[in-house]
């Protein structure tokens, strides 16, 4: 008898918070419909940080996580959770200029002024540091002073079995930016592979989903879309449509 | 000493060089606010949740020149809910937005060029939610999912003070998830 995680997490936005805990029921009932006489324990939570995130993974016992699955807001660099602050904070020089060089050319360029204040703190799942720092000088978010974040090396990635699936259900996290993931830093689902057994799976989305455009009209399913899949940290497939992907060790509805 | 002077200077002069190139302080960007009247925009509730800064409203019909399809940024003024989050934040619900429409304008201090570009802020004064739509209930299900209704009772605000200045409505650090999928 193993144990399948599902994770949904908090977000700024209730509509996010619903559709992330609408999706983790949802496939609950996936996983109860799939598996009808299975004695594995299939457990949901609900997280606020990259901590609790950590501390629910574990907290299963070695060899005894047969799945997971996060149900997030994510990027390249990790399941990102992130908060309004009560004060903002002056935006140091680095900081500041990083984020409008990184926006320039965004939908939605950073002005000197908006650039000044961070008015969010990150709390979520990152690689590791420099992860970190990438994701919050985007976002201009304060990472400093939250102590719930954490990264891959604080995961006991011997709870997972050696043909464990892993699923991240939020966006980009299986992204690939020229130059970024060859010389720098790669995405966050190739590098939560790289720490598990050659023939776990490991599956990410290239792209920001949407739920609601699902084509299987369930509004709370983000099994759709690109995605990439890693075992052991090598791509076996490149953007695939997630609705169609077929993996003999794929043991998730 | 005088080769140690060299090294530094050049070393000085190569950072200053990687900044002017990067960051380009000669440059400046300033968003302007184009209609002086408020205008409507009716725009579609998106669910897309790659982070807590996508903005979920695209446009479906509009009285200005934004494209149909394209991703709004509202900005809102204290006193009146936003209409991308809370209950009424729903799949497929239709907004009619009223409010006013910005510009970006770019400046070159070197060769005091000005370019002008869309923006897709919008200063919100008033909006509505058009009948039929889906709100997020107060009920759970069995097993303890968020359950939804479908509502025709009218849902709108307005806001009521005279002064529309642009520092009245805060701009939140949207992006556009959607952009190039």
Redesign the interface.
């Known amino acids: 008898m193993g144990t399948r995680l599902i994770i949904h997490t908090d977000?700024?936005?209730?509509?996010?918070v619903?559709?992330?805990?609408?999706a983790a029921?949802?496939l609950?009932?996936g996983y109860q419909a799939k598996y009808p006489t299975s004695k594995d324990v299939i457990k949901l939570v609900f997280v606020k940080t990259g901590k609790d995130i950590t501390r629910a993974i574990n907290s299963i016992g070695k060899g005894g996580l047969i799945s997971l699955d996060i149900i997030s807001?994510?990027?390249q660099g990790g399941i990102?959770i992130?908060r309004d602050l009560v004060t903002p904070v002056k935006a140091g020089f680095i900081e500041k200029?990083a984020h409008?060089?990184i926006r320039r050319n965004?939908?939605?360029?950073?002005?000197?002024a908006?650039a000044e204040f961070k008015?969010?703190s990150m709390h979520g799942l990152y690689s590791d540091s420099s992860s970190k720092v990438g994701v919050s000088y985007y976002?201009?978010q304060v990472v400093t002073d939250s102590t719930d974040i954490a990264i891959l090396s604080d995961i006991k990635f011997e709870v997972f079995t050696d043909n464990a699936v892993v699923e991240f259900h939020?966006?980009?996290t299986a992204e690939v930016i020229p130059v970024l993931n060859t010389y720098l830093k790669n995405n966050f689902a190739k590098n939560f592979s790289d720490n598990l057994h050659k023939k776990a799976v490991v599956i990410g989305h290239v792209?920001?989903?949407?739920?609601?455009?699902n084509p299987n009209g369930n509004?709370s399913d983000y099994r759709y879309g690109k995605v990439r899949v890693y075992k052991g940290g090598v791509l076996v497939r490149d953007k695939v449509d997630r609705g169609k992907l077929k993996l003999e060790s794929l043991t998730t509805p | 000493m005088k080769k140690l002077f060299i090294v530094f200077l050049s070393i000085t002069v190569f950072l200053l060089l990687v900044f002017l190139v990067v960051a380009k302080p000669y440059e400046t960007m300033d968003e302007q606010r184009v209609s002086t009247v408020p205008v409507n925009i009716i725009v579609e509730f998106v669910n897309v949740t790659g982070d807590s800064n996508c903005t979920k409203l695209y446009v479906k019909e509009s009285d200005t020149d934004i494209e149909n399809g394209s991703a709004l940024f509202p900005s809102i003024p204290d006193n009146i809910p936003a209409p991308d989050d809370g209950a009424h934040a729903y799949a497929d619900n239709v907004f009619k937005l009223t409010g006013y429409t910005y510009e970006w304008v770019f400046r070159n201090a070197i060769t005091g060029s000005e370019n002008r570009k869309k923006s897709r802020r919008f200063d919100v004064i008033k909006w509505e939610i058009l009948s039929p739509y889906t709100i997020w209930s107060e009920r759970q299900g069995v097993d303890g999912e968020p359950l939804t209704e479908i509502l025709t009772t009218p849902l709108a605000y307005e806001f009521k003070f005279e002064d529309h200045q642009p520092a009245l409505f805060k701009m939140n650090n949207y992006i556009d998830c959607l952009a190039g999928q």
């Open positions: 977000s700024r936005k209730q509509s996010d619903n559709t992330f805990e609408s029921i949802s609950k009932k807001h994510g990027n990102h992130s200029n409008e060089i965004s939908d939605r360029p950073q002005t000197e908006d008015e969010e976002y201009n939020g966006c980009r792209t920001n989903s949407a739920p609601d455009k509004h």
